[in-house]
């Protein structure tokens, strides 16, 4: 599966760990060496500005969706390759995932989790078939993985959707697991739909 651009769901402010922000910078710099466009929420703080930055310092494409009311308060970044600025977060999510082909959580806040969430059910219900991927950088995602495996104890996700959202702490290796084809049932249990190749 070919990749070329990567929605990338990360927090506006910085976190109290450096590891974030040099997560988010070297996140960037990893995607751009890659030819891989960025598609991220727009803003120029916190680990979005260093993701974004991280990107643009090696020659990378960085798109940006950020909601109007959100640009004074999220510092829109004006030096990204596009900045897309749109009326609501309905819009601002809906454009972020027609332009990705693939899904990245940084650490970050409630908007974080619930952006990361959305595509994750997405793919579950087969709206679309994108793989989704959490940068574990110093445990940050271990509760959530952890919640992962007690929804599919209790019967709520199937075994067979683990594949859909994937853990890792080392970024070359969970973009490599991002590229892989779909490998996961739709949440009945049945076959996903054939659907025509973009490659």
């Not at 979005?48 to 991280?54: E, K, P, R, T, V």
């Not at 027609?98 to 974080?112: K, W």
């Not at 594949?163 to 892989?180: K, T, Y």
Request: hydrophobic share 40%; proline share 5%; with cysteine.
């Amino acid at each position: 599966m070919t990749l070329r651009a990567i929605g990338v769901y990360c927090g506006s402010t910085p976190g109290t760990d450096p590891a974030y922000l040099t997560a988010a910078d070297l996140t960037g710099r990893v995607l751009a060496r890659r030819g891989l466009d960025v598609v991220y929420g727009g803003g120029r703080a916190g680990l979005m500005g260093a993701l974004a930055d991280g990107a643009l310092a090696e020659g990378g494409r960085v798109v940006g969706v950020i909601p109007r009311d959100l640009v004074d308060r999220e510092l829109a970044h004006q030096g990204v390759s596009e900045l897309h600025v749109v009326d609501t977060m309905h819009e601002r999510k809906r454009l972020m995932a027609e332009r990705s082909d693939a899904f990245l959580g940084l650490p970050g806040g409630v908007g974080t989790l619930e952006e990361v969430a959305e595509q994750w059910t997405w793919t579950q219900l087969t709206i679309h078939d994108k793989r989704s991927g959490l940068l574990d950088v110093n445990g940050f995602w271990a509760p959530l993985r952890q919640m992962l495996e007690t929804m599919v104890d209790a019967g709520f996700v199937r075994g067979s959707q683990r594949g859909i959202l994937a853990f890792d702490d080392d970024l070359e290796r969970l973009l490599d697991r991002l590229a892989e084809p779909p490998d996961w049932t739709d949440k009945w249990g049945g076959p996903l739909p054939r659907r025509a190749s973009a490659d």
